[in-house]
């Protein structure tokens, strides 16, 4: 997978990509992945990227010029191209698997108040947010998104690493999990996970996912349906 990343702060790229499973994945060539500077796309004296909105009102938009200019240097046919704002659908593990399965991304991190709505109507396939708040750029942003996708390309994580996504990601909160040792300052791994009864660890296992799903995360229940009743009694039958 290809991803570009179009941005006025690149230096904010250097090191959480350089490291972990974004690096292996860059390394084995799986991801290959470019920071691009906007300001190299302002061709005017002062390479202005910025103006103050028609209208009136607070704050800096970016322009169109250097972003169209960048976009249509950057991105290919099969490039989907999507802006990192507050105003975007609200990024979760499902899009995560959708983007995984494009062939090229190009990510376009505003600034300031945002973007000149022509970018938005003429340029973005896209619009994405990473939670409700807003950020002083889309830097990290881009980096979560780039962070969540690459974990998904085929070849990135091992074979158990991926078994585990399956069952959780858009399902159940996780359940308790325990190491060694057995009894730490006191406090006991519970007996259940010691008795070596696989089909009851898996029973207790699956209680304690749907128990602390509907206390902490209703929603994961109620709005998607990833993990109504059904889903679960299916997944109890599978074990
Ligand atoms: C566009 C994304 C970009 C508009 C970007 C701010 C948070 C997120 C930016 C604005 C961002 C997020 C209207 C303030 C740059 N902050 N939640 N900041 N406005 O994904």
Same mark, same amino acid.
């Given at each position: 997978?290809?991803?570009?990343?179009?941005?006025?702060?690149?230096?904010?790229?250097?090191g959480?990509?350089?490291?972990?499973?974004?690096?292996?994945?860059?390394?084995?060539g799986?991801? @290959?992945?470019?920071?691009?500077?906007?300001r %190299?796309? $302002?061709?005017?004296?002062?390479?202005? &990227?910025d103006?103050? +909105?028609? /209208?009136?009102?607070?704050?800096?938009?970016l322009?169109? @010029?250097?972003?169209?200019?960048a976009v249509e %240097?950057l $991105?290919?046919?099969d490039?989907h191209? &999507?802006l990192?704002? +507050?105003a /975007?659908?609200?990024?979760?593990q499902?899009?995560?698997?959708e983007?995984?399965?494009?062939?090229?991304?190009l990510?376009?991190?505003?600034?300031?108040?945002?973007?000149?709505?022509?970018?938005?109507?003429?340029?973005?396939d896209d619009?994405?947010?990473i939670?409700?708040?807003?950020?002083?750029?889309?830097?990290?942003?881009?980096?979560?998104?780039?962070d969540?996708?690459?974990?998904?390309?085929?070849?990135?994580?091992?074979d158990?690493e991926s078994?585990?996504?399956?069952?959780f990601?858009?399902?159940?909160?996780?359940?308790?999990?325990y190491?060694?040792?057995?009894e730490?300052?006191g406090?006991?791994?519970?007996?259940i996970?010691?008795s070596?009864?696989?089909?009851e660890?898996a029973?207790?296992r699956?209680?304690q996912?749907?128990?602390?799903?509907?206390?902490?995360?209703?929603d994961?229940?109620?709005?998607?349906g990833?993990?109504?009743?059904?889903?679960?009694?299916?997944?109890?039958?599978?074990?």
């Amino acid at each position: 997978m290809k991803i570009d990343v179009l941005t006025l702060f690149p230096g904010m790229f250097a090191g959480p990509l350089d490291e972990s499973m974004v690096k292996r994945a860059r390394d084995a060539g799986i991801l @290959e992945l470019r920071i691009r500077y906007l300001r %190299d796309y $302002a061709h005017d004296r002062h390479k202005t &990227v910025d103006d103050r +909105p028609f /209208g009136g009102g607070p704050g800096m938009l970016l322009k169109p @010029e250097p972003v169209f200019e960048a976009v249509e %240097d950057l $991105a290919a046919a099969d490039t989907h191209v &999507v802006l990192l704002t +507050p105003a /975007g659908r609200k990024f979760d593990q499902k899009i995560a698997r959708e983007l995984a399965g494009r062939e090229r991304l190009l990510l376009i991190c505003g600034s300031y108040e945002g973007f000149d709505e022509r970018i938005r109507e003429h340029l973005a396939d896209d619009e994405l947010s990473i939670g409700d708040y807003v950020l002083t750029n889309g830097a990290l942003p881009a980096m979560v998104i780039i962070d969540a996708v690459t974990r998904l390309l085929p070849g990135v994580l091992g074979d158990d690493e991926s078994a585990l996504d399956e069952s959780f990601s858009g399902g159940l909160i996780e359940y308790p999990q325990y190491t060694r040792p057995a009894e730490f300052r006191g406090w006991k791994v519970p007996e259940i996970l010691l008795s070596g009864h696989h089909a009851e660890i898996a029973k207790w296992r699956l209680e304690q996912a749907w128990q602390r799903t509907q206390q902490r995360r209703p929603d994961l229940i109620s709005e998607t349906g990833a993990a109504s009743p059904s889903v679960v009694r299916a997944k109890k039958d599978d074990l």
